[in-house]
């Protein structure tokens, strides 16, 4: 192919290059904001003090677009995949590719941090990219596979804070504000990581004796280590609760993770500063309740998004310093209730995409300096982490902009100017913890510089603000309003014992209705652009208590923040716009509002129950016996979501944490809107010996390598596999079997319904390398994929290079044949071709509902990007 370039009537040129060099701007077709803000140069400038040269590099980055970033995502294997296909079959036509000048476009360059050069970024925009036929080909990839989910078109500096988590398969997670959910995905995968090749591996010991064909070991079998997740045979035993208090947001991050099939995923919507205890079953030789903590929280805060200047420019008019100074209490509350709920040794990331100060240093020490301080809280030095990302370090001293936009150097300085002009009230918005603490005291000295702060022009990104905390004992943490100075050290006296002064406050009151905190974050420029719309409906916040009797219980490992919140009767008594306590909603859950025979209704909308069924529940027995499932998979976790607990259109499967979550939390109050794996569907069936349940596309992962030989076709044929793809209803009857190669003869003997088409290639064809099993629905007459219409497409275009449209024969047919009668008023015509198994009206109904998701695909993608 020739070279092509984009000089034409359509074309403005210009642009390219990594880093610096490019000239911004130059393709844009959109009205330009200006790109200036005084009040927001005066406060950076004063506070970070660069260099001339580099603070010019400072603010000509942030006057540039952002490149263009994506991550590939997934299982790793079908993550490297789908790289392999951008390296081997996109970039090779885009560096032929021509600016007006005759130089070359830049093509995309792997993020040089992101381990297995799975992030990759590039400078021409996106809309060059939409617009420019020479990119078509690429275009149409990234979006393909941005709508299966293969492709997060996220920002580069977004990814970071999920690989300092130090994640493990096994471990249990807290995403506290987690929508749209483009961090929440990278965790979830990591828990995943090694599942497929560790549950074929163990499966493959006993292959024989449960008659399974599980083709040949591959490399990743061999290499997997058993040991990284043992406990459930391989498969993946840790959890990820994603939360948002949005509720609508909550729903996008429900569709933005449900692409990557987890039974380990559960997304909540609660406010984060009062995420509530999680119950797990008691042990059984206890009477003590117990509850969930985590291994790691993420903890990515609303903030004020000034780090997002280059994608979000209306900021460049919008901000304003108030912004910062009115979150800042709502990411302390945060932050804190995550290091409540975090295991000792657990780990919390927190992060913003701010560079202000205020939302973070001043928070990370304000949440040390409530939990006890540095013996209880540490700031994890990650020097050796990530070492090609480009850092500054924490601040050790800032200054603050009120809303006003002056700026103060101390809180002293505030208190005095307070005391001489307005009768001891400071000036808006400015609270003692925003600034740095006085020297001698408790968190005076905390090694704020192990916080990381990515700028602009350091490596071409958006500004991001990131720390690791490590907890290190259980404590109690401090209640906000005691503003009491804490004496120094220096001076010789002790400081109040944190634990000592909330253990006495337990024995107040047992029960009380907690009030909401104030909701700041309700009006509030939050990050990654999305408004922060805070779910606080007066129902939700009644209270109630399910504690134990009211006795004061031991700080032990099991209970720790558990009691129900008591009312603090300190000086410093909350306002009523304030949680009671410093440990708010922690054994108190929100009474959830029961109405329509029980199901809680927010928003007008119900969220329908979770009920397991009993193993030995008939549909389960019918399932089981028609897919000779072997006995090894789990039959203990199915359920549906309805108030019955019968199964009526789908049957879901969890892992056994999850399952025991939801079992125990019953009617607790705990706002779950969404837990398990879609894994059979109900559809109708020709006859009383087909099972009507057919398996989900979703759960085929899980379960596939536990469906005995007799529902299992193994196709190897490429060509086989392209005409299963592009034929929606390909026919089988008569001799047309004869068509489908290898698995011809097996398709025409095997029984109708629902089986597992595994697609086993040898591995010689680049293309085609990958295996997959898929569910695949035999009728009387004719075959059909049981996919929705854009992962068909996608797989066409990744396997076969293939765009062309689908083939809906029994639609061709239909057509025809209503034409034929019709024309010939021919009585009798043999039009049912979709009655003999998957009907035309069921594939519809399904890419119907996929469309309808097509829209949000593409919101959560605009967002993330
Ligand atoms: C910076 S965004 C999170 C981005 C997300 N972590 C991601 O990577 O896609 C902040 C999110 O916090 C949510 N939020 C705001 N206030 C909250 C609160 N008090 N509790 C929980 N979530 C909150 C917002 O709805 C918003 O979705």
């Not at 959910?181 to 995968?189: R, V």
């Not at 995420?275 to 903590?293: C, H, Q, R």
């Not at 025809?816 to 998957?838: I, L």
């Amino acid at each position: 192919m020739g070279k092509k370039n984009f000089r034409g009537k359509n074309r403005r040129g210009g642009g390219g290059g990594r880093g610096g060099g490019q000239s911004g701007g130059s393709f844009r077709d959109y009205p330009v904001v200006p790109k200036e803000n005084e009040k927001l140069q005066r406060f950076y400038d004063t506070l970070l003090q660069l260099p001339e040269e580099e603070n010019t590099a400072y603010w000509d980055a942030l006057k540039r677009e952002l490149p263009n970033s994506f991550r590939f995502c997934g299982s790793k294997g079908h993550a490297l995949n789908v790289k392999r296909l951008l390296k081997d079959r996109y970039i090779p036509e885009i560096i032929k590719i021509e600016h007006q000048d005759g130089s070359p476009v830049a093509p995309p360059l792997a993020v040089p941090w992101y381990p297995d050069e799975l992030a990759w970024w590039m400078t021409t925009p996106k809309n060059v990219i939409r617009k420019f036929p020479p990119f078509a080909a690429f275009q149409k990839f990234l979006v393909s596979e941005t709508c299966v989910g293969n492709i997060s078109r996220q920002e580069v500096v977004s990814m970071i804070p999920p690989l300092l988590m130090d994640l493990r398969p096994g471990m249990t997670v807290l995403d506290m504000c987690a929508a749209p959910g483009s961090k929440a995905a990278q965790l979830l995968e990591l828990i995943h990581v090694g599942e497929e090749a560790r549950v074929r591996k163990t499966l493959r010991a006993f292959a024989q004796e449960d008659g399974l064909d599980l083709g040949v070991e591959t490399q990743d079998e061999i290499d997997v280590d058993l040991e990284a997740d043992p406990t459930d045979a391989g498969r993946a035993t840790g959890l990820l609760i994603a939360n948002d208090s949005d509720y609508k947001r909550g729903h996008m991050l429900v569709h933005q993770l449900k692409r990557l099939s987890s039974a380990n995923l559960i997304v909540t919507n609660h406010d984060a500063t009062q995420f509530p205890s999680i119950k797990l079953p008691s042990d059984p030789n206890s009477t003590k309740a117990k509850y969930l903590k985590f291994d790691r929280i993420l903890a990515d805060v609303p903030c004020s998004g000034d780090g997002t200047v280059r994608k979000n420019a209306n900021l460049w008019k919008d901000w304003q310093p108030g912004s910062a100074l009115g979150l800042h209490t709502t990411q302390i509350r945060i932050l804190v209730r995550a290091l409540q709920l975090l295991k000792v040794g657990g780990r919390v990331v927190f992060s913003t995409c701010s560079m202000n100060p205020v939302e973070n240093e001043a928070v990370v020490v304000s949440a040390i300096e409530r939990c006890g301080g540095p013996d209880n809280v540490e700031i994890v030095d990650c020097s050796n982490k990530l070492v090609a990302l480009k850092r500054y370090p924490g601040m050790k001293s800032w200054k603050i902009m009120d809303k006003s936009a002056k700026i103060w150097n101390s809180w002293k300085e505030v208190e005095d100017f307070a005391n001489e002009n307005s009768e001891g009230v400071p000036p808006g918005r400015v609270v003692e913890t925003m600034f740095p603490r006085l020297e001698g005291s408790d968190c005076a000295d905390l090694p704020l510089e192990r916080c990381m702060r990515v700028y602009p022009h350091m490596q071409d990104t958006g500004a991001f603000f990131i720390t690791v905390l490590q907890k290190k004992t259980d404590f109690r943490a401090r209640n906000e309003n005691d503003r009491k100075p804490t004496p120094a050290k220096a001076n010789g006296v002790e400081a109040p014992s944190v634990e000592k002064a909330t253990e006495e406050t337990t024995e107040e009151t047992t029960e009380e209705a907690i009030e909401k905190p104030e909701t700041e974050t309700a009006d509030k420029v939050e990050a990654e652009t999305a408004p922060v719309v805070a779910d606080t409906k007066a129902e939700d916040v009644a209270m109630t208590d399910e504690s134990t009797n009211g006795n004061k219980r031991p700080l032990d490992e099991e209970e720790t923040e558990e009691q129900p919140a008591k009312k603090v009767k300190t000086d410093a008594e909350p306002t009523s716009a304030e949680p009671a306590s410093a440990e708010p909603a922690t054994a108190t859950p929100v009474a959830q509002p029961k109405q329509d025979g029980g199901k809680p209704r927010r928003n007008g909308i119900v969220e329908e129950p979770f009920k397991y069924l009993s193993p030995s529940h008939p549909i389960i027995m019918n399932i089981k016996e028609f897919y000779h499932l072997s006995t090894r998979f789990p039959d203990d976790r199915y359920m549906v979501r309805n108030e019955m607990g019968e199964p009526a259109k789908a049957i879901y499967y969890t892992s056994a944490l999850l399952r025991d979550i939801l079992k125990e939390n019953e009617g607790r109050g705990i706002k779950f809107i969404h837990g398990g794996v879609k894994m059979y569907m109900k559809q109708d069936a020709p006859s009383a010996e087909v099972c009507r349940w057919r398996i989900q596309s979703e759960g085929m992962p899980i379960l596939q390598g536990y469906v005995g030989e007799p529902r299992v076709i193994h196709l190897r044929n490429k060509e086989t596999f392209h005409k299963l793809l592009i034929e929606m209803f390909p026919r089988i009857s008569g001799n047309e079997w004869e068509r489908f190669d290898e698995i011809g003869e097996r398709v025409r003997d095997i029984g109708m319904g629902c089986c597992v088409l595994r697609v086993e290639p040898d591995g010689t064809d680049p293309d085609f390398n990958e295996r997959m099993a898929l569910p695949l629905w035999k009728s009387i007459h004719s075959l059909n994929l049981m996919l929705p219409k854009e992962d068909r497409a996608a797989m066409l275009l990744r396997i076969f290079n293939d765009t062309s449209p689908l083939i809906n024969i029994s639609l061709h047919k239909q057509k025809n044949q209503e034409k034929t009668v019709e024309d010939n008023s021919t009585e009798g015509a043999d039009v049912a071709v979709e009655a003999d198994g998957v009907k035309e009206t069921e594939e519809k109904a399904e890419t119907k509902t996929e469309e309808k998701v097509e829209g949000k695909v593409e919101e959560i993608a605009a967002e993330n990007a």
